[in-house]
């Protein structure tokens, strides 16, 4: 198993598809957004404009990792990205990301993307365990994750320093078989064996 196929993943509201190089300008923008920077980068990352489009252009290419682009599917409008990275073969599991711009943020995008690209990791690619990081600060983002079934492991407390204050780093994790109880919607599975 390996990340070489870049599937199109299809949902209500969003349709996750392989990477271009067309789609550096518009990741530009999105990554440039406030709150993009503010929860996505490390303080002191410098990106430019050119390292974007190499970036976004060479993601087809790579077996390790499954980079998709986050669109609307009335218009094909470019909204933001999710990704499987950081893959270790024996242990079947990966690291989770995603970020989504200014424009498909409200919408339950993010909810369906990462429902979308994390039932494709366990449901097509074997995966057992899929693990992700986020700001103790970032309520929007907790939110999808908990909502798409990623249960807190820990906290890094006081891990990063952001501009003057110091932020929390949340681990969370989703299990093969916790998916294959809930497929990414733990709130209705609970409802149900009540």
């Known amino acids: 198993?390996?990340?070489?196929?870049?599937p199109v993943l299809t949902g209500e509201r969003t349709v996750l598809r392989p990477f271009t190089g067309q789609?550096?300008?518009?990741?530009?923008?999105?990554?440039?957004?406030?709150?993009?920077v503010r929860f996505t980068f490390e303080p002191g990352d410098e990106l430019t404009l050119e390292g974007?489009?190499?970036?976004?252009?060479?993601r087809g290419d790579r077996p390790d990792r499954l980079d998709l682009a986050v669109t609307d599917p009335a218009d094909g409008e470019l909204l933001g990205e999710v990704v499987l990275n950081e893959w270790n073969r024996a242990n079947r599991s990966c690291t989770f990301r995603t970020l989504i711009?200014?424009?498909?943020?409200?919408?339950?995008?993010?909810?369906?993307?990462?429902?979308?690209?994390?039932?494709?990791?366990f449901e097509r690619l074997g995966l057992h365990r899929i693990q992700l990081e986020v700001y103790g600060d970032n309520a929007r983002a907790r939110r999808v994750y908990e909502k798409a079934?990623?249960?807190?492991?820990?906290?890094?407390r006081e891990a990063v320093r952001r501009d003057v204050q110091w932020a929390d780093e949340v681990l969370m994790a989703v299990?093969?078989?916790?998916?294959?109880a809930h497929r990414g919607r733990p709130e209705a599975a609970d409802a149900t064996a009540r």
Do not use: C, Q
């Open 101 to 121: 711009g200014p424009r498909g943020r409200g919408r339950g995008v993010g909810t369906e993307a990462t429902r979308l690209i994390v039932g494709h990791g």
């Open 52 to 58: 974007v489009r190499d970036w976004y252009a060479s």
């Open 23 to 36: 789609d550096a300008d518009v990741m530009w923008e999105i990554i440039n957004d406030p709150e993009v």
């Open 1 to 6: 198993m390996d990340f070489s196929e870049k």
């Open 149 to 156: 079934g990623f249960v807190v492991e820990g906290v890094r």
């Open 175 to 180: 299990l093969d078989h916790e998916w294959a």
